[in-house]
């Protein structure tokens, strides 16, 4: 596996290998189950002939000025392990001045997909990350990128920036991987008291119930799904909803009815001061 820090080592890397296809997985490192169930997937996509190519980069743009950019947990050496053992042909994982000039002036700003959601209570994150993954996919000239899809405000932002900016790149969502009572991998898990950790698959819980629900046609309209999961979810001693929404899927506008967009379910949930979020689809929620 080679790890890359400059970006002329980079355009060297891809210079060589030239006519393989290179698929991306970008991420800020402290890499767990989650993120390398990304890895096997880019690496079934690239199959023989191709390369996957992972990023380590922990983005000051994404951060407010109020969150720890700082305490972000940074242990690359342990993240090297894990991307050599599943697949990964190269890391790289350049330095901030490798990626930002001082007097940087020119940014991106989505105006739509993150006013709302996780958008709301992190004013300006979604244009750091669609900075940073822009620069990402120009630096890498990747043909397909893999994204989390636990993170589902940030893949369809993602979406929406390669459809917006032309990117000429195939954006590939990941399913998320769960611990076996349900509960969606993250490394803010780690914070969750004993109790808190027993109550917190009652987000995968009402999603999924509220799901088979629509499927099932018990649950008719998306406000009877949204008080379906509320009353699951305030019934849980220590669990307080930050949010819970029916969206379309690809344009995360909230839906009055379903039948006419794929429908998505989100929730985001606190449990003391850790913030957990997840979300389903529901399958045939289109007619
Ligand atoms: O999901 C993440 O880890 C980050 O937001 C990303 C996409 C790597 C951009 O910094």
């Not at 979604?126 to 996919?137: I, M």
């Not at 459809?163 to 590939?172: G, T």
């Not at 987000?203 to 629509?214: D, F, H, Y």
């Not at 379906?228 to 819970?244: H, K, P, S």
């Amino acid at each position: 596996m080679d790890v890359i820090q400059t970006r002329d080592e980079l355009q060297r890397w891809i210079g060589e290998r030239r006519d393989r296809k290179r698929v991306l997985v970008p991420t800020m490192g402290a890499l767990h189950r989650g993120h390398t169930s990304l890895f096997d997937r880019a690496a079934e996509i690239a199959g023989a002939n191709g390369d996957v190519l992972a990023t380590i980069f922990v983005n000051p743009t994404q951060f407010g000025p109020n969150e720890d950019f700082d305490a972000y947990p940074r242990q690359l050496k342990d993240d090297l392990a894990q991307c050599e053992a599943h697949g990964v042909t190269a890391i790289f994982a350049p330095e901030p001045d490798e990626m930002y000039e001082a007097n940087a002036s020119i940014s991106i700003n989505e105006s739509r997909l993150s006013t709302h959601l996780c958008g709301a209570s992190r004013p300006g994150h979604f244009d750091g990350v669609c900075l940073v993954v822009a620069k990402l996919f120009i630096l890498t000239q990747a043909n397909v990128a893999v994204f989390g899809e636990k993170d589902f405000q940030q893949l369809a932002i993602i979406r929406r920036l390669v459809r917006d900016l032309n990117f000429p790149i195939e954006i590939v969502g990941g399913e998320t991987v769960r611990e076996p009572d349900g509960l969606a991998m993250s490394s803010r898990n780690a914070y969750l008291s004993p109790e808190d950790r027993r109550a917190a698959p009652v987000i995968q819980q009402a999603l999924r119930e509220a799901s088979l629900g629509i499927t099932d046609g018990k649950i008719a309209t998306p406000q009877e799904a949204l008080a379906a999961m509320r009353n699951t979810i305030e019934e849980t001693r220590g669990a307080t909803i930050d949010y819970l929404a029916v969206v379309d899927a690809a344009s995360l506008e909230p839906l009055d009815k379903f039948g006419m967009a794929q429908a998505r379910l989100l929730a985001a949930v606190f449990f003391g001061k850790t913030r957990l979020i997840d979300n389903i689809g529901v399958p045939g929620s289109v007619s």
